[in-house]
């Protein structure tokens, strides 16, 4: 199978799109050649059997048009160079060339796990042999092409390693945004201090500009609650430096709404973590008990007051439970049950 696959970004230093480098790498590893399509191309590692092709976002903004125009251009010219193609979260690429790859007799695979949808994610699914999603509760499960999907994390980078976490340290890695719910987070650890709970906390991720207002607002709150010495704020950090971050900690939240699957919550729990997440869909996987009530502050704060305060037994059978939950997530897995999909379509 040789693929085109589209996504926004193929650069190891970008703090919150460098993950999908590894996703790329993967999907080569199980495919004779990948045709790798970006919007902004920094350092990589690539294996042999990967082109790259820049939009050109790197050399500085270009108009909508431009980018347009470059893209199916890309498109035309390298129709001879692949089978199937796989375009990453951006139903934008979809939109524009899925006429054209119709035309072509390309079949076309979009990845999309979000909540929220339009007229125009409908328009753009009809454009698609498929749709692969992981949540149950993703605006794209409803289609009857769609196929659930493994997460697709990194086991080989995340691991369990011996190392002294902090103790009773919590951790919310994230992009500061709203949608990330980080202000849930900070109103919970305000009702762990009234309640004398003992602990220290971690929030690691920068804001987007659209959002530094936001952020401004979490941190002038959580000094309101007088966190200073429990909560600590830090930047993002690269995707090959996120390990270390879980690694320190005890106990990792995640506040994102259902409807996304959150990677992160799976390296998380690769990397030793504890878990505690909003995700209903974490609950159909047999979580409940590390599962709060959505947007609930009182039960986020019981919930990590419980993980905080549990034996080392408890947290050891958490641990086992994880890891299997993990195995059945990897990324080779992924990679090679996305390839497998687009193999038995091309066969029918």
């Not at 998380?268 to 973590?273: E, F, I, K, L, R």
Request: charged fraction near 25%; charge should be negative.
């Amino acid at each position: 199978m040789r693929l085109l696959v589209i996504t926004q970004a193929l650069d190891l230093d970008d703090p919150v799109l460098s993950v999908y480098h590894d996703w790329v790498a993967a999907l080569a590893s199980v495919s004779q050649s990948v045709e790798a399509v970006c919007l902004k191309e920094g350092r990589r590692a690539l294996p042999e059997n990967v082109t790259v092709h820049s939009l050109g976002k790197e050399t500085g903004p270009k108009s909508r048009l431009g980018y347009a125009w470059k893209f199916l251009a890309l498109v035309w010219n390298r129709r001879s160079q692949y089978d199937a193609v796989f375009v990453h979260m951006n139903q934008e690429y979809v939109l524009l060339a899925g006429p054209l790859w119709r035309l072509l007799g390309k079949k076309v695979y979009l990845w999309r796990n979000h909540y929220a949808g339009s007229l125009l994610t409908d328009l753009a699914v009809f454009w698609c042999t498929a749709v692969f999603c992981t949540s149950k509760r993703s605006y794209t499960a409803k289609y009857a092409k769609t196929v659930r999907m493994p997460v697709g994390v990194n086991t080989d980078r995340f691991v369990q390693e011996a190392g002294e976490r902090v103790p009773r340290s919590l951790l919310l890695f994230s992009r500061i945004a709203p949608s990330k719910h980080v202000d849930l987070f900070v109103e919970a650890l305000g009702l762990l201090k009234e309640r004398g709970v003992v602990f220290v906390a971690s929030i690691v991720g920068s804001a987007p500009p659209e959002f530094e207002a936001y952020a401004a607002e979490v941190k002038e709150r959580s000094s309101e609650l007088g966190l200073s010495e429990q909560l600590r704020f830090l930047p993002g950090v690269l995707n090959e430096d996120a390990p270390l971050v879980y690694r320190l900690h005890e106990i990792y939240v995640n506040c994102s709404p259902s409807g996304m699957l959150d990677k992160m919550i799976f390296e998380a729990a690769a990397s030793g973590c504890l878990l505690l997440t909003e995700s209903e869909d974490m609950q159909s996987f047999g979580f409940e008990d590390v599962t709060y009530d959505a947007g609930d502050v009182e039960s986020l704060a019981n919930h990590m007051e419980h993980l905080l305060n549990c034996t080392d037994e408890e947290r050891a059978a958490l641990r086992v439970r994880f890891e299997a939950l993990v195995k059945a997530h990897s990324l080779t897995g992924l990679a090679r049950t996305i390839v497998a999909h687009m193999e038995s379509a091309g066969s029918r």
